[in-house]
């Protein structure tokens, strides 16, 4: 259907930054509805139409123009009028990512839009239905008249578009919200958290300064002893870092830059960029256009002094189709465990890696290898030999089992003389006569092959034949990190640091050593943690939806959500191996769940204490702010919003780090032997890796050995030192610190205090003082140089010196406050285990803050008390806080500089 004549809906606005000296300058932009083309041959009934009014509202104008299966080529065709000429970024937006189109306006060339454009938010209209800003890329126009055309070819399956908008500065998405649009909604006792783009002007808060001038100024990030350094000055670094997916080398360098100055501004340093660059098409090859926005990444996280951390490969990634080498797979097979002994994958992966590494930027004439803002390189995401998805002829096809039999055959030749002497070996150990009772499945002796046991029959069997193959399984696994980290850095030259990966296994305490030894060949060590209540439904691993079922849990009581014990398993425990640096690529307090406003403060107080070298929160991505909260939100006021006190304590060392609680030394042949040892990491996975798990099974229950108390990681550093010969452990008396009757645990340099009990955590340093937790039920909590006293439930109130000085003299602070975020409209009535009625939508909302903050300093009537807005600008300045007045909280405001003096603007 041709829709001439129809006349087009357009909005030409005029955006404009704060009034006075946080003024931007005015950003133009145009705004038009898609479903009123100047001509076009969609049909005109869309079938991705709501047909709740309700449901609608969630469209610009309520409507979108859309078509399934079309059967022919489709085009849209408008007219607009631009007021200035200048260079403009073009959004639209579209269903998902369905409907990859090609656009252009009058005569220019024609633009791409692909299919795996980032999504900047994202709106449900229904079960697989969802609307999404994407960004399209830079457009020079001028003033007056233009067309702009959009082609779709034949074989589209689905497409639809709701709006477009041309913007001459940054945009952050917010759902049908326009430029200076806001929600303003909110139910009573909250507030809408809705803040105006950021100008990046002089802001009273801004972190920036906390990063190098430019990222690799001081050389390399490099491993030395159990911290990492700077290669050229030896400074010691510690990360605050944010997890982001490929998505984002899709973004204009406006964008780019806008995104890395945001982070830097909240006390980031560092990004993992986690997805594929291979092709599509081709997985043996690397993308041209995904290099290309690596590069333009790099150069505005270099320009913010921000880091790079690279994940290239996870297997959920890759289902190889007609790959030479990777027989056996189709459908939606993923390539777990293969990358630890195919050789024709490790190529392919040696070879994204090559091109990656070695192509130069246009940005900065560097490679990757030159360029030291790439810090760091995974090998792999989130794959062991020694998890559950190690599942021969069932998640490893049978092509490439035989590959894995031959080499479990020659290594049984080297270690017995052969695969007969081998048998007769196991005939004599093994518990239940020859071959452990039955001969197994790959077992071709004459072939040279010999089957290979899962975990879960290592764990059961634990006879001779499962220690050979525990043994065969760790030596394969450290053999590739081994081969592959000299790859990386003898042949072609990389002079950051490498990890292996940062997976769990099926007995944290059995298996968990063999598979952290088999990494120590790397230059760290990593791990991923997630924390929160049960959340049930079909798609509960990587959606909040309508009619899922979930509990809130507080890690601060220990609470599983599920009733019962209290689990003292949490990912901020970091367990050490080898003295080598220790980080956690992934955490988060994953929605849905109230009691997220611990996450930040917890991980840096705790993992200052232990030691820790790195969180990478999961996960961001967001230009600025996110509008609401997704199963992994992160850009919100309880995850972000939490980062610059969080940042300051972790990054300066604020917190003490701990003496040793304990240091376990291990003998790696008991290792072999499957004894194990009596302490372990928490393994905490994320709800899209649980479904990994067997029916039944959690994770590390299969058995396990005498336990070290857990709670020993809250009084300071535990490690485990795996080695040939072994040696003698040293674990401290902490009788005095551990008290389970009273449910409170205080670390070894007496500045935390973990009450379970109550459910709060207090922070008494010299720098940095406040607490998290359930604040109402604590009543007054006096600290070293700060009291506090709120009627808030739960939530977290820190004081941090902002110029390196203890607060008792400290000339600049911040006082940083936070409650509970969530959607507007979420609905899930009634407690404990319930289901969602209505996870809401646009925009978050925060309860309301109060309670009264005071310092005990004797020039506390000289101190200036300026409330800042969500940006970290100043809103407007108090007057001296007097002879012992408290700080009032106001309802609206996360974040106060405190200062004693003259007015200043900025550290």
Same mark, same amino acid.
């Given at each position: 259907?041709?829709?001439?004549?129809?006349?087009?809906?357009?909005?030409?606005?005029?955006?404009?930054?704060?009034?006075?000296?946080?003024?931007?300058?005015?950003?133009?932009?145009?705004?038009? /509805?898609?479903?009123?083309?100047?001509?076009?041959?969609?049909?005109?009934?869309?079938?991705?139409?709501?047909?709740?009014?309700?449901?609608?509202?969630?469209?610009?104008?309520? #409507?979108?123009?859309?078509?399934?299966?079309?059967?022919?080529?489709?085009?849209?065709?408008?007219?607009?009028?631009?007021?200035?000429?200048?260079?403009?970024?073009?959004?639209?937006?579209?269903?998902?990512?369905?409907?990859?189109?090609?656009?252009?306006?009058?005569?220019?060339?024609?633009?791409?839009?692909?299919?795996?454009?980032?999504?900047?938010?994202?709106?449900?209209?229904?079960?697989?239905?969802?609307?999404?800003?994407?960004?399209?890329?830079?457009?020079?126009?001028?003033?007056?008249?233009?067309?702009?055309?959009?082609?779709?070819?034949?074989?589209?399956?689905?497409?639809?578009?709701?709006?477009?908008?041309?913007?001459?500065?940054?945009?952050?998405?917010?759902?049908?919200?326009?430029?200076?649009?806001?929600?303003?909604?909110?139910?009573?006792?909250?507030?809408?958290?809705?803040?105006?783009?950021?100008?990046?002007?002089?802001?009273?808060?801004?972190?920036?300064?906390?990063?190098?001038?430019?990222?690799?100024?001081?050389?390399?990030?490099?491993?030395?002893?159990?911290?990492?350094?700077?290669?050229?000055?030896?400074?010691?670094?510690?990360?605050?870092?944010?997890?982001?997916?490929?998505?984002?080398?899709?973004?204009?360098?406006?964008?780019?830059?806008?995104?890395?100055?945001?982070?830097?501004?909240?006390?980031?340093?560092?990004?993992?960029?986690?997805?594929?660059?291979?092709?599509?098409?081709?997985?043996?090859?690397?993308?041209?256009?995904?290099?290309? $926005?690596?590069?333009?990444?790099?150069?505005?996280?270099?320009?913010?002094?921000?880091?790079?951390?690279?994940?290239?490969?996870?297997?959920?990634?890759?289902?190889? #189709?007609?790959?030479?080498?990777?027989?056996?797979?189709?459908?939606?097979?993923?390539?777990?465990?293969?990358?630890?002994?195919?050789?024709?994958?490790?190529?392919?992966?040696?070879?994204?890696?090559?091109?990656?590494?070695?192509?130069?930027?246009?940005?900065?004439?560097?490679?990757?290898?030159?360029?030291?803002?790439?810090?760091?390189?995974?090998?792999?995401? /989130?794959?062991?030999?020694?998890?559950?998805?190690?599942?021969?002829?069932?998640?490893?096809?049978?092509?490439?089992?035989?590959?894995?039999?031959?080499?479990?055959?020659?290594?049984?030749?080297?270690?017995?003389?052969?695969?007969?002497?081998?048998?007769?070996?196991?005939?004599?150990?093994?518990?239940?006569?020859?071959?452990?009772?039955?001969?197994?499945?790959?077992?071709?002796?004459?072939?040279?092959?010999?089957?290979?046991?899962?975990?879960?029959?290592?764990?059961?069997?634990?006879?001779?034949?499962?220690?050979?193959?525990?043994?065969?399984?760790?030596?394969?696994?450290?053999?590739?990190?081994?081969?592959?980290?000299?790859?990386?850095?003898?042949?072609?030259?990389?002079?950051?640091?490498?990890?292996?990966?940062?997976?769990?296994?099926?007995?944290?305490?059995?298996?968990?050593?063999?598979?952290?030894?088999?990494?120590?060949?790397?230059?760290?060590?990593?791990?991923?943690?997630?924390?929160?209540?049960?959340?049930? $439904?079909?798609?509960?691993?990587?959606?909040?939806?309508?009619?899922?079922?979930?509990?809130?849990?507080?890690?601060?009581?220990?609470?599983?959500?599920?009733?019962?014990?209290?689990?003292?398993?949490?990912?901020?425990?970091?367990?050490?191996?080898?003295?080598?640096?220790?980080?956690?690529?992934?955490?988060?307090?994953?929605?849905?769940?109230?009691?997220?406003?611990?996450?930040?403060?917890?991980?840096?107080?705790?993992?200052?204490?232990?030691?820790?070298?790195?969180?990478?929160?999961?996960?961001?991505?967001?230009?600025?702010?996110?509008?609401?909260?997704?199963?992994?939100?992160?850009?919100?006021?309880?995850?972000?919003?939490?980062?610059?006190?969080?940042?300051?304590?972790?990054?300066?060392?604020?917190?003490?780090?701990?003496?040793?609680?304990?240091?376990?030394?291990?003998?790696?042949?008991?290792?072999?032997?499957?004894?194990?040892?009596?302490?372990?990491?928490?393994?905490?996975?994320?709800?899209?890796?649980?479904?990994?798990?067997?029916?039944?099974?959690?994770?590390?229950?299969?058995?396990?050995?005498?336990?070290?108390?857990?709670?020993?990681?809250?009084?300071?550093?535990?490690?485990?030192?795996?080695?040939?010969?072994?040696?003698?452990?040293?674990?401290?008396?902490?009788?005095?610190?551990?008290?389970?009757?009273?449910?409170?645990?205080?670390?070894?340099? $007496?500045?935390?205090?973990?009450?379970?009990?109550?459910?709060?955590?207090?922070?008494?340093?010299?720098?940095?003082?406040?607490?998290?937790?359930?604040?109402?039920?604590?009543?007054?909590?006096?600290?070293?140089?700060?009291?506090?006293?709120?009627?808030?439930?739960?939530?977290?109130?820190?004081?941090?010196?902002?110029?390196?000085?203890?607060?008792?003299?400290?000339?600049?602070?911040?006082?940083?406050?936070?409650?509970?975020?969530?959607?507007?409209?979420?609905?899930?009535?009634?407690?404990?285990?319930?289901?969602?009625?209505?996870?809401?939508?646009?925009?978050?909302?925060?309860?309301?803050?109060?309670?009264?903050?005071?310092?005990?300093?004797?020039?506390?009537?000289?101190?200036?008390?300026?409330?800042?807005?969500?940006? $970290?600008?100043?809103?407007?300045?108090?007057?001296?806080?007097?002879?012992?007045?408290?700080?009032?909280?106001?309802?609206?405001?996360?974040?106060?500089?405190?200062?004693?003096?003259?007015?200043?603007?900025?550290?």
């Amino acid at each position: 259907m041709t829709r001439a004549g129809v006349s087009i809906l357009l909005l030409v606005g005029l955006a404009v930054g704060t009034e006075g000296p946080l003024s931007s300058a005015p950003r133009g932009w145009i705004w038009w /509805e898609a479903e009123t083309p100047r001509s076009g041959n969609f049909p005109a009934d869309n079938p991705f139409q709501p047909a709740e009014v309700a449901v609608a509202k969630a469209l610009s104008g309520g #409507k979108w123009i859309g078509a399934v299966h079309p059967g022919k080529a489709l085009f849209l065709e408008y007219a607009i009028e631009v007021p200035k000429g200048a260079d403009y970024s073009f959004y639209a937006r579209k269903f998902w990512r369905h409907g990859p189109f090609k656009w252009r306006f009058d005569g220019q060339p024609w633009r791409e839009c692909p299919r795996d454009v980032p999504l900047l938010d994202d709106a449900p209209l229904a079960k697989f239905v969802n609307v999404n800003w994407v960004p399209l890329g830079a457009v020079k126009l001028a003033a007056g008249k233009h067309t702009v055309r959009i082609e779709l070819p034949a074989d589209t399956e689905a497409v639809a578009f709701d709006c477009f908008l041309l913007i001459d500065g940054p945009f952050e998405a917010h759902g049908r919200m326009k430029p200076g649009e806001k929600y303003g909604v909110a139910p009573a006792g909250w507030f809408p958290f809705e803040p105006d783009p950021d100008p990046f002007g002089d802001a009273a808060l801004d972190l920036r300064f906390l990063n190098e001038k430019a990222a690799g100024d001081g050389g390399f990030i490099q491993a030395r002893g159990d911290s990492f350094v700077h290669q050229k000055t030896g400074q010691s670094i510690r990360f605050w870092a944010i997890n982001v997916g490929h998505e984002v080398l899709a973004y204009d360098d406006v964008a780019l830059d806008g995104f890395a100055r945001h982070l830097a501004k909240f006390g980031v340093n560092m990004v993992r960029l986690h997805g594929p660059l291979w092709r599509e098409d081709d997985p043996s090859q690397l993308d041209g256009r995904k290099l290309a $926005g690596l590069h333009r990444l790099v150069a505005a996280l270099k320009r913010q002094g921000i880091y790079l951390a690279l994940s290239s490969y996870f297997p959920v990634w890759l289902q190889p #189709k007609a790959v030479p080498g990777l027989d056996g797979y189709g459908g939606d097979k993923s390539t777990f465990a293969i990358a630890f002994f195919n050789p024709r994958f490790q190529e392919i992966q040696k070879g994204w890696w090559r091109d990656a590494l070695t192509a130069k930027s246009p940005q900065s004439g560097l490679t990757l290898l030159q360029d030291p803002t790439l810090a760091f390189i995974e090998i792999q995401n /989130e794959d062991s030999l020694f998890f559950w998805t190690f599942s021969p002829y069932d998640n490893v096809p049978a092509p490439q089992m035989e590959l894995l039999e031959r080499q479990f055959g020659d290594w049984l030749k080297a270690r017995y003389g052969g695969i007969g002497a081998a048998l007769a070996h196991w005939n004599g150990k093994g518990l239940f006569g020859c071959w452990g009772g039955t001969k197994m499945k790959g077992d071709l002796p004459a072939a040279g092959r010999v089957g290979v046991l899962p975990p879960g029959e290592i764990l059961s069997r634990r006879d001779g034949r499962a220690q050979d193959t525990a043994e065969f399984l760790a030596a394969l696994q450290r053999r590739f990190y081994d081969q592959t980290t000299a790859y990386l850095k003898r042949d072609l030259g990389f002079k950051g640091s490498v990890t292996g990966s940062n997976w769990i296994t099926a007995d944290a305490r059995v298996l968990g050593p063999l598979d952290k030894w088999s990494n120590a060949g790397c230059d760290f060590m990593d791990r991923h943690g997630y924390y929160g209540g049960p959340h049930e $439904g079909e798609r509960a691993g990587y959606l909040l939806s309508d009619g899922d079922r979930y509990n809130d849990a507080s890690a601060l009581r220990f609470e599983t959500g599920k009733g019962g014990q209290p689990s003292f398993e949490l990912p901020l425990m970091d367990l050490a191996y080898n003295g080598k640096p220790s980080t956690i690529s992934e955490i988060n307090w994953a929605p849905p769940n109230r009691y997220r406003a611990e996450m930040s403060v917890l991980a840096a107080a705790y993992g200052s204490l232990q030691g820790s070298d790195a969180f990478f929160f999961f996960a961001g991505g967001e230009l600025g702010w996110a509008d609401h909260l997704t199963k992994f939100s992160i850009s919100d006021p309880a995850g972000v919003g939490q980062f610059p006190a969080a940042a300051l304590i972790f990054r300066q060392g604020l917190v003490r780090t701990g003496e040793l609680a304990l240091r376990l030394e291990a003998k790696l042949s008991d290792l072999y032997a499957l004894r194990g040892i009596p302490v372990s990491a928490p393994q905490n996975l994320d709800g899209f890796r649980k479904k990994d798990l067997p029916a039944g099974q959690t994770p590390g229950s299969v058995e396990s050995v005498e336990s070290i108390d857990p709670l020993a990681f809250l009084t300071g550093r535990v490690e485990v030192n795996v080695t040939a010969t072994g040696g003698i452990s040293k674990m401290a008396n902490l009788s005095g610190l551990i008290d389970r009757q009273s449910k409170i645990v205080r670390s070894a340099t $007496g500045e935390l205090r973990w009450d379970y009990g109550r459910g709060l955590v207090t922070i008494d340093a010299p720098a940095a003082q406040g607490a998290t937790g359930f604040l109402s039920k604590a009543g007054t909590i006096a600290l070293g140089d700060v009291t506090i006293a709120s009627r808030l439930e739960y939530g977290s109130i820190l004081v941090v010196s902002l110029d390196d000085r203890p607060l008792k003299t400290s000339g600049r602070m911040l006082l940083q406050v936070m409650s509970e975020d969530n959607n507007f409209g979420w609905s899930a009535p009634g407690t404990g285990l319930r289901a969602i009625s209505d996870v809401g939508g646009p925009p978050i909302v925060v309860k309301k803050l109060e309670g009264e903050v005071s310092l005990k300093r004797a020039d506390a009537p000289a101190l200036r008390v300026s409330p800042l807005d969500d940006n $970290g600008y100043r809103t407007a300045v108090e007057g001296p806080i007097g002879g012992g007045r408290n700080i009032t909280l106001r309802p609206t405001t996360l974040y106060y500089l405190i200062e004693a003096g003259a007015r200043r603007t900025h550290g």
